[in-house]
């Protein structure tokens, strides 16, 4: 009998979409073959969800929950293949439970999270709305003051923790954030590599301008301040009030900005760009 891996469970589970323990056994049934495994999934009641879980999941929801004494909050992404499955009451109310899940026991590995009933919920989602549903990625933020902010469509969802500040100035930063998507905290908190990259290309550029060499320093300085200044989020014109910066904001409110974290559905996953048409032709000539 062929050894079944770790690896090959999870390249299973990932074609399938289907639980860890029934992929295991599975591979244990087809000697190690993954592709005898699906078929003879397809063959049994997972069938409906082997044939879809080939298919890109990069649509769904991003969700928080805070805590009453604002100390921590959670984020997580849940995902579907499409956007209207995403706003079918089943998907939502699978997502409230992850959500809750995650909150209760601070819970982030999502191998974890999903054994037991949570695999098992997931599985009947599947199975009832015809689509692959994957939990992408969960976070616990924890600090003095902890807020949230969600976009209407669910689509975006950012949690921002500050020292001192209240709840509704750490909403109003995460809102911020939604809107402007900056990368770090401030220009301190930039990695020195990523400024050195950034001045490699200002130098090329600037050199090609013809312009003596001490010139071309002072562009260089100011390109750089304004680089800094657009990726930094106590640069940024608040989107309330763009006549002031964000961290002039905050600092007005005697607090300080210690971390954010930004989720946008499906970014970072390569979608699957074949149209509607192409698909139909392509089953047609199977």
């Given at each position: 009998?062929?050894?079944?891996?770790?690896?090959?469970?999870?390249?299973?589970?990932?074609?399938?979409?289907?639980?860890?323990?029934?992929?295991?056994?599975?591979?244990?049934?087809?000697?190690?073959?993954?592709?005898?495994?699906?078929?003879?999934?397809?063959?049994?009641?997972?069938?409906?969800?082997?044939?879809?879980?080939?298919?890109?999941?990069?649509?769904?929801?991003?969700?928080?929950?805070?805590?009453?004494?604002?100390?921590?909050?959670?984020?997580?992404?849940?995902n579907s293949e499409t956007d209207f499955a995403a706003r079918d009451e089943n998907f939502s109310g699978f997502v409230e439970k992850?959500?809750?899940?995650?909150?209760?026991?601070?819970?982030?590995?999502?191998?974890?999270?999903?054994?037991?009933?949570?695999?098992?919920?997931?599985?009947?989602?599947?199975?009832?709305?015809?689509?692959?549903?994957?939990?992408?990625?969960?976070?616990?933020?924890?600090?003095?003051?902890?807020?949230?902010?969600?976009?209407?469509?669910?689509?975006i969802a950012v949690?921002?923790?500050?020292?001192?500040g209240d709840a509704e100035l750490a909403r109003d930063v995460a809102m911020h954030v939604a809107a402007q998507n900056p990368e770090f905290v401030s220009p301190d908190s930039v990695p020195a590599e990523k400024i050195e990259k950034e001045k490699e290309i200002l130098t090329v550029q600037a050199q090609d301008s013809g312009k003596p060499a001490e010139i071309i320093e002072k562009m260089i300085g100011g390109r750089i301040r304004k680089f800094l200044a657009d990726i930094s989020?106590?640069?940024?014109?608040?989107?309330?009030?763009?006549?002031?910066?964000?961290?002039?904001?905050?600092?007005?409110a005697g607090a300080e900005i210690l971390s954010f974290t930004r989720y946008e559905v499906g970014e970072g996953i390569e979608k699957d760009e074949k149209d509607f048409a192409a698909e139909v032709a392509e089953q047609l000539g199977k």
């Open positions: 009998m062929a050894a079944v891996s770790a690896s090959m469970v999870k390249e299973l589970r990932d074609r399938t979409g289907l639980g860890m323990m029934e992929c295991k056994k599975a591979l244990v049934q087809a000697e190690g073959s993954i592709d005898q495994a699906i078929e003879n999934l397809r063959k049994s009641s997972g069938m409906k969800a082997a044939k879809k879980a080939g298919r890109v999941a990069a649509e769904g929801a991003v969700a928080t929950k805070v805590a009453e004494d604002g100390s921590y909050a959670v984020l997580v992404e849940v992850v959500t809750e899940q995650v909150f209760a026991n601070k819970q982030t590995d999502i191998a974890a999270l999903m054994a037991g009933d949570m695999e098992t919920a997931r599985e009947a989602l599947v199975q009832k709305i015809g689509e692959n549903i994957s939990v992408r990625r969960a976070i616990v933020t924890e600090g003095e003051v902890v807020g949230s902010y969600v976009h209407g469509n669910k689509r949690l921002v923790s500050l020292k001192a989020l106590t640069e940024q014109p608040f989107v309330k009030d763009p006549d002031v910066t964000v961290g002039a904001l905050v600092k007005k």
